[in-house]
């Protein structure tokens, strides 16, 4: 793991400040979801991207009957009728 020599505190309700520059990056933007777990001792925080039940895809992923269904997987369903 790189480290980036960026070093946050937590406030005394748990909160810390993502930099803008990492936000930026990883195109995280202001209401987007968080996946928050644990490696080993390592807190991991990565940008929640649902995917789609069929494939695995979390590229244009589209809810479908209360389930995560990708483009090509649709359009697959599509083409059996």
């Known amino acids: 793991m790189k480290s980036t020599g960026i070093i946050r505190k937590i406030d005394e309700l748990g909160r810390f400040v993502i930099p803008m520059e990492m936000r930026n990056k ?3 933007s202001s209401n987007d979801s968080l996946e ?12 929640y ?5 069929f494939c695995g895809s979390s590229k ?7 389930k995560n269904v990708c483009e090509k997987c649709l359009n697959e369903m599509k083409n059996l009728k």
């Open 36 to 47: 928050i777990y644990v490696e080993g001792t390592t807190i991991m925080l990565k940008k």
């Open 26 to 28: 990883l195109d995280i």
């Open 60 to 66: 244009n992923v589209t809810p479908y009957k209360g």
């Open 49 to 53: 991207q649902p995917d789609c039940v």
